[in-house]
C-alpha cells in the first residue's frame, strides 16, 4: 500500500519505518526542513532499540521517504496517519491545533476517497471534528479512522512489528477493509484486531495509560506503607503479582511515572470526563500521589543530611524517564534536580542516551559525566533515577573507591539490600524499612 504519516516524532517515525518494513511505500511529512534534511541523509532523529536497523534498510531500498510536501504526500497514497502531537493545555487537556490544522489542509488538497487515521492520542469526539475540518473544504468520499498507537519507549519496534492487539475505530466497511489488510502482517500468529465505534477506541487509549498510570501510583503507596509497617515492598509485589486478576506488570515501586504518555493523558481524561459533568477522583488521585512521588526520594536524602544540602555533592545515575530512551519528557530526575538545586546541592549527572535532550534543556546548572563512575568523583551521595541496564550490576570496588561515604539512594530498587549490607554501604531505597 502507499501510506502518508504526517508527524515524524516518535510515533510517527516508528509508525512510518514499521509499515515500510512490511513492503508498503511509506512517505512520512513533517515541517521541519533540517529534520527531513537528516532523515533523507539516513540520520535517525530519536534513539529506540532497533529502530536504526530496519529505518536505513528501508531508506535505503526506497521505500520509506521523507518530505516537506504533505500536497505530494496526500496525492500519492491511499491511507494517512496523523501522528501529531497533542500537548496539554493550560487546564490539562489535549490540544488538536495540529491535527485539526492539518485536516483542514488534507481537505483541500483531496481528490479521491482516502482514509485518514488518527493515530495521535486524542479525546473523544476527534475524529468527528477531524471529518468536519476535511469537508469543510472536501465534498467527495473519505473515511477517518481512529487507530490508537500503544507502543512502549524502549520497546516500541517489537511492540508494533507484533501488537498485543489493534484496534480500530470505524463504522464504515470500507475503511476496515482497507484496515485489515494493512494490519494483516502485524496479526499473522494470530492477535486479534478489534474493532469498535471511533467514540470507544479514542477512549480506549486513554482507559488504558489511565489505569496503567493507576497500577503505579497505588504500588508506591503501598510502598509508603512498606517503610512505615516494616514489610518489604519487593515481598508484596510478588504476593500480589501472583493473583493472575492482578498481574505482575506495573507493580514495581519508584519515583513516579513520566514519559509523553502517562502524564498528560491521566490529566486529559479528568478533563474530558468534566466536561460530561464527571469528577474522575481515581485519576485526580493518581495525579497528587505521583507528584508526590517524584520527590519521595530527595526527601529521603534531606532527611539524611540532617535537612542541610548546601554544598553536598550528588551523583544522579539516570536521566530519562525510563531506561531504552532518551525521552526526558515528565521525568522525575529533572524534578529532583531542580529541588535539589533550590536546597543548595551541587549535582553531576550521568545518562547513556539522554544527556543532550537534558542540556538543551536546562543548559549547564549541573555538571555532566561522561560515565557513571566519573559522576561519583567527590560525590557525597549517589542518587539513582533510571534503570538502565548498566546500573544494575556495578562495580561496587569502584564504587567503593570513588564514593568513600559509601551512600546510595536507589529509586528504582535494583539491589539487594542484604547484599549492600554486607559490602558496607549505606542503602535506601522504596518500600523497604
Given at each position: 500500500?502507499?501510506?502518508?504519516?504526517?508527524?515524524?516524532?516518535?510515533?510517527?517515525?516508528?509508525?512510518?519505518?514499521?509499515?515500510?518494513?512490511?513492503?508498503?511505500?511509506?512517505?512520512?511529512?513533517?515541517?521541519?526542513?533540517?529534520?527531513?534534511?537528516?532523515?533523507?541523509?539516513?540520520?535517525?532523529?530519536?534513539?529506540?532499540?532497533?529502530l536504526e536497523k530496519i529505518f536505513l534498510r528501508n531508506t535505503r531500498e526506497g521505500r520509506l521517504k521523507f518530505t516537506t510536501n504533505l500536497e505530494?504526500?496526500?496525492?500519492?497514497?491511499?491511507?494517512?496517519?496523523?501522528?501529531?502531537?497533542?500537548?496539554?493545555?493550560?487546564?490539562?487537556?489535549?490540544?488538536?491545533?495540529?491535527?485539526?490544522?492539518?485536516?483542514?489542509?488534507?481537505?483541500?488538497?483531496?481528490?479521491?476517497?482516502?482514509?485518514?487515521?488518527?493515530?495521535?492520542?486524542?479525546?473523544?469526539?476527534?475524529?468527528?471534528?477531524?471529518?468536519?475540518?476535511?469537508?469543510?473544504n472536501y465534498k467527495g468520499e473519505f473515511d477517518v479512522v481512529s487507530n490508537p498507537e500503544f507502543l512502549r519507549e524502549g520497546v516500541a519496534v517489537e511492540d508494533f512489528l507484533k501488537p498485543d492487539r489493534v484496534v480500530i475505530g470505524t463504522q464504515s466497511e470500507r475503511a476496515k477493509e482497507i484496515m485489515k489488510s494493512l494490519y494483516a502482517p502485524f496479526v499473522s500468529e494470530g492477535n486479534p484486531i478489534i474493532y469498535m465505534n471511533e467514540q470507544s477506541s479514542e477512549l480506549t487509549k486513554y482507559a488504558a495509560n489511565s489505569f496503567l498510570a493507576t497500577k503505579i501510583s497505588f504500588m508506591n503507596e503501598i510502598a509508603q506503607l512498606c517503610e512505615r509497617m516494616g514489610a518489604d515492598v519487593d515481598m508484596v509485589r510478588r504476593g500480589i503479582g501472583s493473583d493472575g486478576r492482578i498481574g505482575k506488570h506495573f507493580l514495581?515501586?519508584?519515583?513516579?511515572?513520566?514519559?509523553?504518555?502517562?502524564?498528560?493523558?491521566?490529566?486529559?481524561?479528568?478533563?474530558s470526563a468534566g466536561r460530561v459533568n464527571y469528577s474522575f477522583e481515581i485519576l485526580k488521585a493518581v495525579e497528587k500521589v505521583n507528584?508526590?512521588?517524584?520527590?519521595?526520594?530527595?526527601?529521603?536524602?534531606?532527611?539524611?543530611?540532617?535537612?542541610?544540602?548546601?554544598?553536598?555533592?550528588?551523583?544522579?545515575?539516570?536521566?530519562?524517564?525510563?531506561?531504552?530512551?532518551?525521552?526526558?519528557?515528565?521525568?522525575?530526575?529533572?524534578?529532583?534536580?531542580?529541588?535539589?538545586?533550590?536546597?543548595?546541592?551541587?549535582?553531576?549527572?550521568y545518562d547513556p542516551e539522554a544527556i543532550p535532550n537534558v542540556k538543551n534543556q536546562i543548559g549547564d546548572i549541573i555538571h555532566y559525566a561522561s560515565n557513571q563512575y566519573e559522576a561519583l568523583d567527590g560525590a557525597d551521595i549517589l542518587v539513582i533515577a533510571t534503570e538502565w541496564s548498566e546500573f544494575r550490576a556495578p562495580d561496587f570496588e569502584l564504587i567503593?573507591?570513588?564514593?568513600?561515604s559509601k551512600v546510595i539512594f536507589d529509586g528504582r530498587n535494583l539491589f539487594e539490600i542484604e547484599h549492600l549490607r554486607k559490602l558496607g554501604f549505606k542503602y535506601i531505597c522504596i518500600g523497604k524499612k
Open positions: 500500500m502507499k501510506i502518508a504519516v504526517v508527524g515524524t516524532g516518535y510515533v510517527g517515525l516508528v509508525t512510518g519505518t514499521c509499515f515500510a518494513e512490511t513492503g508498503n511505500k511509506v512517505i512520512c511529512v513533517d515541517i521541519d526542513s533540517p529534520k527531513v534534511e537528516k532523515l533523507n541523509a539516513g540520520q535517525i532523529t530519536i534513539y529506540e532499540p532497533g505530494k504526500a496526500v496525492e500519492d497514497a491511499e491511507i494517512i496517519f496523523l501522528a501529531l502531537p497533542t500537548p496539554p493545555g493550560t487546564d490539562g487537556s489535549a490540544d488538536l491545533k495540529y491535527i485539526l490544522s492539518v485536516a483542514d489542509h488534507i481537505g483541500k488538497i483531496l481528490k479521491g476517497y482516502k482514509v485518514i487515521v488518527n493515530k495521535s492520542t486524542v479525546p473523544v469526539g476527534t475524529a468527528d471534528k477531524v471529518s468536519a475540518a476535511i469537508a469543510s514495581y515501586p519508584g519515583i513516579g511515572y513520566g514519559g509523553s504518555c502517562f502524564p498528560k493523558d491521566v490529566q486529559a481524561l479528568i478533563q507528584a508526590y512521588q517524584k520527590l519521595h526520594l530527595v526527601e529521603k536524602v534531606r532527611s539524611f543530611c540532617q535537612n542541610n544540602l548546601q554544598g553536598k555533592k550528588i551523583a544522579l545515575w539516570g536521566l530519562a524517564f525510563k531506561p531504552n530512551t532518551d525521552d526526558i519528557r515528565e521525568a522525575p530526575a529533572l524534578e529532583m534536580i531542580q529541588s535539589f538545586l533550590k536546597a543548595g546541592a551541587i549535582i553531576t549527572a567503593e573507591k570513588r564514593l568513600p
